[in-house]
């Protein structure tokens, strides 16, 4: 009996210490031997470690060629690791695909991420500014542009996986079935909004980064991707040119393919409340 209450006294202590820490103090914190024996297994090279509690989690700030972060559970478990590098560390075709787009000329680059997560690919993140708009740009390591996120706060844990977020074997096949050959970017729940509550499912297929939705019975509902208004059919080019002239930037259009089997593209009008969805052959549909 007294084993069960001293082990129940740690516990209690340890998750304690993770949340009175849950700030930016750098005052390291003592972690279990099994983590630290994890973490030097995972990052021999290590330099200058510092632990501390953020969000639940233990996590590590050290230097390893670059400043870098890494997240686990209480139980010690990887979750996310997150580096600080310089632009040109970026794989060159990240860059190549970044300075062919608008937020390179336009835009000025803040800061630059590289995101390793369990279960998931490796990916990107370049964070740009222009005048109060911040937005964080994903990348596949191949240079696609996953999804453009914007950037509303310095919270350090807004990269995490999910938790508690997972495929079920039905999701799963369905994916592999759709989506041969994809690669898997993140998963996460829609929190706001007509989809609150489903399950968002960012992929990489064909060079496309692709939005897959399902809904709370795990049934899929819908997949999106952005495509460039040049490449649209003649008749959406003309529909919107002679409704909506000069409202339409070229990254402002979406491909959408329903469960229904209803396709259409999804058009930020500027100056509107609402986007437009209009069929292949030029027609408005709401």
């Known amino acids: 009996m ?61 230097y390893d060629g ?72 994903y990348y596949s390591g191949e240079g696609v542009l996953i999804k453009k996120v914007v950037d509303t706060d310095d919270r350090d844990d807004q990269y995490l996986p999910a938790p508690n977020v997972t ?11 759709k989506y041969p050959g994809l690669k898997l970017i993140e998963v996460d729940v829609e929190d706001e909004g007509k989809y609150a509550g489903y ?3 960012d992929i990489i297929h064909e060079r496309f980064g692709k939005e897959v939705l399902f809904n709370k019975n795990g049934e899929w509902v819908l997949t999106s991707w952005e495509v460039h208004f040049s490449t649209l059919p003649e008749p959406v080019k003309n529909r919107i040119n002679d409704t909506y002239p000069g409202q339409v930037d070229d990254d402002d259009v979406e491909y959408v393919e329903e469960a229904t089997g209803c396709t259409y593209y999804l058009i930020d009008i500027e100056n509107s409340k609402q986007d437009v969805k209009i069929s292949a052959d030029g027609q408005i549909l709401n």
């Open 66 to 137: 670059y400043e870098t972060s890494a997240w686990f559970t209480q139980d010690g478990k990887w979750q996310m690791t997150e580096t600080d590098i310089p632009y040109m560390a970026l794989p060159q075709a990240v860059r190549k695909s970044f300075e062919a787009t608008e937020y390179h000329t336009s835009w000025r680059t803040d800061d630059v991420d590289k995101l390793e997560r369990k279960g998931v690919e490796t990916v990107y993140v370049i964070e740009v500014e222009k005048q109060n708009q911040e937005l964080d740009l």
């Open 199 to 201: 399950t968002e499912v």
């Open 167 to 177: 495929l079920t074997d039905e999701m799963r096949r369905f994916l592999d079935t």
């Open 2 to 62: 007294k084993l069960k209450i001293y082990i129940l006294i740690l516990a209690l202590g340890a998750a304690w210490s993770l949340q009175s820490c849950d700030n930016d103090d750098h005052d390291s914190i003592a972690v279990p031997v099994e983590l630290q024996n994890a973490f030097s297994s995972k990052y021999p090279n290590a330099v200058n470690v510092k632990w501390k509690g953020k969000s639940g989690y233990y996590v590590a700030d050290f």
